[in-house]
């Protein structure tokens, strides 16, 4: 999946030209029986393909069975708005897309969806937008956080997308009842961060990593990811974002393919992109790996997996993932919140979506945890060893 540049660096290219330009010399197997995994070992698994990339397989679904179960855990995902005042250079909902129809959830809109979810023993939420930073927005949030709590007895638990935001807000917030947040890296390498957001003060990978930190110290459940077969992405930048990973500690991971989108500066690139159907495979390699450098973290199988593959997210699960978003934002507004092409399942409501999850987790080999928070194992562990210590 990659080949030598004349810089030493390898970018990331169609499988048929692996055998060829792979020059690593490492195999899955001599990487698996290795006592700590380095950059060497991790770029021997992420680039695995033929059988080496089942036996990596069989070593994930083995982990993830030791250390997790086969439990999957829901969380119902609210994209409640997709009014943002960033420009990432890859996203459908960005600030300069005019093409973008707005949209903004009501509260009650909102509080009713979290309701389904509840109802219907997802036991978690995700509520996720774009990111705006002003008081009235963060009161908004605030005041939706405990009604929720209050409507759904304290039982619905609430993990929060919503972007780079001052310690005080991520404060509030978890007073309020969220108690995990998601906020991906997007890439851990300066260099490709750069190239990929603009040049400016809001678009800055330290800010964002300062945001992790500061959610971790509020004892937050701290999930991150990135996107896989961005264009400029090599396989050592894949193999040290996992590295990242496992550097900072963090509780949970949400990953994915990068999609193009016509209406963003990214598309400029597409015809230099890994086939989408290796942006595919190379997820799920990654996937596999940062289940067994991390054994006991969450990790969810993202929605652009199934954008690219009908059963996708299945996939997922069964090397690894144990955690699915499904999506309960009202079908009606789901067409508005369009990050990438093919976002699946837009025009379906909640109730189809549903009824269409139950069937697929059983084909992944796993039960779905109805009713459980899930909460992450390295996380619980994690604060063990704080309240010891
Ligand atoms: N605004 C918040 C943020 O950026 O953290 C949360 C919402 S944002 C839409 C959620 C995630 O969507 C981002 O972290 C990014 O990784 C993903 N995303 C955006 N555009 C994408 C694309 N073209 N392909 C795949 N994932 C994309
Ligand atoms: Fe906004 Fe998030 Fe999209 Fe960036 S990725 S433009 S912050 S919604």
Same mark, same amino acid.
């Given at each position: 999946?990659?080949?030598?540049?004349?810089?030493?660096?390898?970018?990331?290219?169609?499988?048929?030209?692996?055998?060829?330009?792979?020059?690593?010399?490492?195999?899955?197997?001599?990487?698996?029986?290795?006592?700590?995994?380095?950059?060497?070992?991790?770029?021997?698994?992420?680039?695995?393909?033929?059988?080496?990339?089942?036996?990596?397989?069989?070593?994930?679904? +083995?982990?993830?069975?030791?250390?997790?179960?086969?439990?999957?855990?829901?969380?119902?995902?609210?994209?409640? /708005?997709?009014?943002?005042?960033?420009?990432?250079?890859?996203?459908?909902?960005?600030?300069?897309?005019?093409?973008?129809?707005?949209?903004?959830?009501?509260?009650?809109?909102?509080?009713?969806?979290?309701?389904?979810?509840?109802?219907?023993?997802?036991?978690?939420?995700?509520?996720?937008?774009?990111?705006?930073?002003?008081?009235?927005?963060?009161?908004?949030?605030?005041?939706?956080?405990?009604?929720?709590?209050?409507?759904?007895?304290? +039982?619905?638990?609430?993990?929060?997308?919503?972007?780079?935001?001052?310690?005080?807000?991520?404060?509030?917030?978890?007073?309020?009842?969220?108690?995990?947040?998601?906020?991906?890296?997007?890439?851990?390498?300066?260099?490709?961060?750069?190239?990929?957001?603009?040049? $400016?003060? /809001?678009?800055?990978?330290?800010?964002?990593?300062?945001?992790?930190?500061?959610?971790? +110290?509020?004892?937050?459940?701290?999930?991150?990811?990135?996107?896989?077969?961005?264009?400029?992405?090599?396989?050592?930048?894949?193999?040290?974002?996992?590295?990242?990973?496992?550097?900072?500690?963090?509780?949970?991971?949400?990953?994915?393919?990068?999609?193009?989108?016509?209406?963003?500066?990214?598309?400029?690139?597409?015809?230099?992109?890994?086939?989408?159907?290796?942006?595919?495979?190379?997820?799920?390699?990654?996937?596999?790996?940062?289940?067994?450098?991390?054994?006991?973290?969450?990790?969810?199988?993202?929605?652009?997996?199934?954008?690219?593959?009908?059963?996708?997210?299945?996939?997922?699960?069964?090397?690894?993932?144990?955690?699915?978003?499904?999506?309960?934002?009202?079908?009606?507004?789901?067409?508005?919140? /369009?990050?990438?092409?093919?976002?699946?399942?837009? $025009?379906?409501?909640?109730?189809?979506?549903?009824?269409?999850?139950?069937?697929?987790?059983?084909?992944?080999?796993? +039960?779905?945890?109805?009713?459980?928070?899930?909460?992450?194992?390295?996380?619980?562990?994690?604060?063990?060893?704080?309240?010891?210590?």
């Amino acid at each position: 999946m990659y080949r030598e540049y004349t810089s030493g660096q390898s970018v990331l290219l169609p499988e048929e030209q692996k055998t060829k330009l792979n020059t690593y010399s490492m195999h899955v197997k001599e990487a698996l029986a290795k006592e700590k995994l380095g950059k060497e070992e991790l770029i021997a698994m992420i680039s695995a393909g033929g059988e080496e990339r089942e036996l990596l397989f069989r070593h994930a679904i +083995e982990v993830k069975n030791k250390y997790v179960g086969k439990k999957v855990y829901f969380r119902g995902l609210i994209e409640f /708005s997709n009014i943002c005042s960033k420009d990432c250079y890859y996203c459908g909902i960005r600030k300069s897309n005019t093409k973008v129809k707005r949209f903004n959830l009501s509260d009650d809109q909102i509080l009713e969806a979290a309701n389904y979810a509840y109802e219907n023993n997802y036991a978690s939420i995700v509520i996720q937008g774009g990111e705006i930073d002003s008081e009235a927005f963060t009161r908004r949030i605030e005041l939706l956080l405990r009604e929720i709590k209050e409507r759904s007895n304290e +039982e619905l638990g609430i993990t929060l997308s919503l972007g780079e935001q001052s310690k005080e807000t991520y404060q509030r917030w978890k007073e309020a009842g969220a108690h995990r947040y998601l906020l991906r890296i997007e890439t851990s390498k300066p260099e490709l961060y750069h190239k990929i957001h603009p040049l $400016d003060s /809001s678009h800055d990978l330290d800010a964002r990593n300062r945001c992790l930190l500061a959610l971790k +110290e509020l004892g937050y459940q701290t999930g991150t990811g990135v996107m896989i077969g961005l264009p400029f992405q090599t396989v050592e930048d894949l193999a040290d974002d996992l590295l990242y990973m496992q550097e900072i500690d963090v509780d949970m991971v949400g990953m994915g393919p990068y999609i193009e989108h016509a209406d963003t500066p990214l598309y400029h690139y597409k015809n230099e992109l890994l086939p989408i159907r290796e942006r595919f495979d190379l997820t799920l390699n990654m996937i596999a790996s940062l289940r067994i450098l991390m054994k006991d973290i969450n990790i969810a199988a993202a929605t652009a997996l199934q954008a690219i593959d009908p059963v996708g997210r299945e996939k997922a699960v069964r090397i690894g993932a144990n955690v699915i978003m499904p999506n309960v934002t009202p079908g009606l507004y789901r067409n508005d919140y /369009s990050l990438y092409e093919n976002k699946p399942c837009t $025009d379906e409501d909640p109730d189809q979506c549903k009824n269409c999850m139950d069937v697929r987790i059983q084909l992944a080999d796993g +039960e779905i945890g109805y009713g459980e928070w899930g909460d992450s194992k390295h996380f619980l562990k994690r604060k063990q060893l704080l309240e010891n210590s």
